[in-house]
């Protein structure tokens, strides 16, 4: 098979980046580990930035979105039972969506489809071959078929287990990487969200989230220890305990339900550089992890793809390599950006094992700080809204 770009990982990056060219008249054909309701099971990330929701636009994919997703104009935070707003609107003239990664990728994988789009799901054994020449191709199975694309490029979206990222020598590839002492135990109810904007919770028993999908599906999270397993959890040890995690008046208007997903993350910063090698470029996850803090993930994923897009553009309509050989120098600028925020943010608002009453008495002031000054909320608002690309 014959294709000009071919897209391992079939997740919101991959799938972004293949309905993009597409409306160029671009190629590609997306090669996809699991099965597609394998995919779409997946409960991530529920923040889009003005970056992606222009993206999904640029790719026809932005009707659903806009009927059903709901944009926020600020975020609360809460420490014990203070409360305050940012409010992104005044701050910075923007706002973000709240519509769920999953939906995201249901919307991709319908256009795909719908424009004739190559998938290839349960593929195993990809390799990527000979990225340092102008004539890369991929091989891999598919039922036990042994199957190879040939290409001009390939574009490595298969997330941070993928095999894309480990195709660059280690000699060449460098890993930065901070692993946080707590992970986030997520649920997801069928009952109406506490609020309507999303509150992060600074507790003394460790940070809380309340965020949503829609007016009857809730999203919370609370930070646990990394050894807990979902199992650990009762739906009312949870619910008991993200009520002592939040202002009062909030816990007393919570809606609590059965769980119909309960899962665990840990938490994690990593950047793996260069973010390409040859006619390899890696994109989202597979090159990059952030601490969920922030809601950075996916749009970061996002603003890789919308790099690579461009330089790919570029690359068909004036034959100007200039762009693709900086990807990863000008991809790697903003991730950098990102992973400062999450980094910031996660280390405001969670409970360290180690951590002494002096730095829980510094997190308190920053966090008044926050409250009181407009230059450190428009700081905030500006990154939370998503930086320019
Ligand atoms: P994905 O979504 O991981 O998709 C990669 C796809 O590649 C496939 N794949 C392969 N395909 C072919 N061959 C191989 N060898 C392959 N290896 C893997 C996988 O099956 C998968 O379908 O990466 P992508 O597209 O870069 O998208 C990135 C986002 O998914 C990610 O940044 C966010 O979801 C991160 N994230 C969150 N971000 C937020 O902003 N807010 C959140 O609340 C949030 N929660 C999360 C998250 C990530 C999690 N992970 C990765 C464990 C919760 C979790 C549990
Ligand atoms: C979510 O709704 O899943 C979500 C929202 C904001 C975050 C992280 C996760 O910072």
């Known amino acids: ?68 997703g709901f944009i926020h104009d600020g975020t609360l935070l809460s420490y014990g039972d203070e409360l305050f707003r940012v409010d992104f609107a005044e701050h910075t003239g923007a706002t973000v969506m709240v519509y769920g990664q999953t939906e995201v990728t249901r919307d991709l994988y319908a256009a795909r489809e719908a424009s004739g789009g190559q998938i290839e799901f349960e593929v195993e054994n990809v390799v990527i071959h000979d990225t340092k020449t102008d004539t890369p191709f991929v091989t891999y199975d598919v039922a036990g078929d042994a199957r190879r694309i040939d290409c001009d490029f390939i574009a490595g ?18 890993e930065y990487e901070k692993v946080y002492p707590f992970g986030w135990l997520g649920v997801l109810s069928e009952t109406p969200p506490v609020n309507d904007e999303l509150i992060y919770a600074n507790s003394p028993r460790g940070f809380a989230l309340c965020s949503m999908r829609n007016a009857n599906l809730s999203r919370y999270y609370i930070q646990c220890p990394t050894s807990d397993r979902p199992e650990d959890w009762s739906d009312d040890a949870f619910w008991a305990e993200l009520k002592r995690r939040i202002p009062a008046d909030q816990a007393a208007k919570l809606v609590t339900g059965p769980s119909i997903e309960k899962s665990i993350a840990p938490l994690r910063s990593f950047v793996t550089e260069p973010m390409q090698w040859g006619r390899l470029f890696l994109c989202g996850d597979a090159a990059h992890i952030v601490p969920p803090t922030g809601a950075k993930g996916l749009n970061t994923a996002a603003s890789d793809v919308h790099y690579l897009y461009n330089a790919l553009l570029e690359y068909y309509e004036t034959g100007s390599e200039a762009g693709v050989n900086g990807y990863s120098a000008k991809a790697l600028k903003r991730v950098w950006k990102a992973e400062r925020f999450s980094w910031w943010f996660s280390s405001l608002m969670h409970r360290y094992p180690d951590q002494t009453e002096f730095d829980y008495k510094i997190q308190v002031a920053e966090l008044e700080f926050l409250r009181s000054n407009r230059a450190a909320q428009q700081a905030m608002a500006e990154n939370y809204v998503g930086l320019p690309y």
């Open 157 to 174: 979206c298969d997330g941070f287990h993928g095999v894309s990222r480990k195709t660059l020598p280690e000699d060449v590839r460098q």
């Open 1 to 68: 098979m014959k294709t000009q770009v071919a897209i391992i990982g079939g997740g919101p990056s991959g799938l972004l980046l293949s309905q993009l060219l597409h409306t160029r008249g671009i190629s590609s054909v997306v090669l996809e580990r699991k099965t597609k309701d394998y995919v779409l099971g997946r409960i991530r990330a529920g923040v889009l930035e003005r970056g992606l929701v222009s993206l999904m636009e640029e790719a026809g994919c932005a009707d659903r979105m806009h009927a059903e």
